[in-house]
């Protein structure tokens, strides 16, 4: 092989395409931009989403105002009513609600309501419940046993929460009980005044 026999994979050079340069150079008389319009001109700069002056598509789709909670977490409801189709002392769980159609799965976070009445005393175990279906389950003779514990409220009784905000208002206040509890100054009677004074500066008593 020789120095003029080496040449270029096919296909890795490509030769650029000149635009305006008339009908040989393979782009037709107006270069691929058509006839006379906003397109063809030399400074045309359309924005995307541009759709000729019409209102564009995403301004004529309606938006979803308001928050969506990623990590919000739906529990599937189960009333009391439903409890009655188990036996007594009969354990009602995931599984059992799955397997009787109540739930889409054994694993599905379940919350237990006060629809209905319970006539069953049975042994419950969800995710929650609430205090009056805990309530009826107990009365009936069953029991609940939550597999969440709920999240913890705040206690009214706590003391004040340790912030900045805290503390520069805990400032505030020793200062002004510092102020208020400071004894007032004491003003001197005239005749202190007097009796204070340098020697030659006291008044003589007029006749």
């Known amino acids: 092989m020789k120095l003029h026999d080496l040449k270029p994979a096919r296909g890795s050079r490509k030769k650029r395409t000149r635009v305006g340069r008339g009908i040989s150079a393979g782009q037709g008389k107006t270069s691929g931009r058509g006839q006379k319009g906003q397109g063809a001109r030399e400074s045309s700069s359309v924005p995307k989403g541009f759709e000729g002056g019409q209102m564009k598509q995403s301004m004529r789709l309606p938006k979803l105002r308001g928050f969506h909670n990623r990590f919000r977490r739906e529990y599937q409801v189960v009333n009391l009513s439903k409890l009655n189709r188990f036996g007594a002392d009969s354990i009602v769980d995931g599984a059992a609600l799955a397997a009787a159609g109540m739930v889409s799965g054994p694993d599905a976070p379940v919350k237990l309501l006060a629809a209905g009445r319970v006539k069953v005393a049975v042994h419950v175990r969800v995710h929650r419940a609430s205090a009056a279906a805990r309530s009826a389950v107990e009365a009936a003779g069953g029991r609940v046993d939550l597999l969440e514990e709920p999240?913890?409220?705040?206690?009214?009784?706590?003391?004040?929460?340790d912030n900045a905000a805290s503390r520069r208002r805990a400032r505030t206040a020793a200062a002004e009980a510092a102020e208020d509890a400071a004894p007032a100054p004491r003003v001197a009677a005239p005749s202190e005044a007097a009796d204070d004074a340098p020697d030659g500066t006291r008044d003589e008593p007029q006749a």
């Open 151 to 161: 999240a913890a409220k705040a206690d009214e009784n706590a003391g004040p929460v």
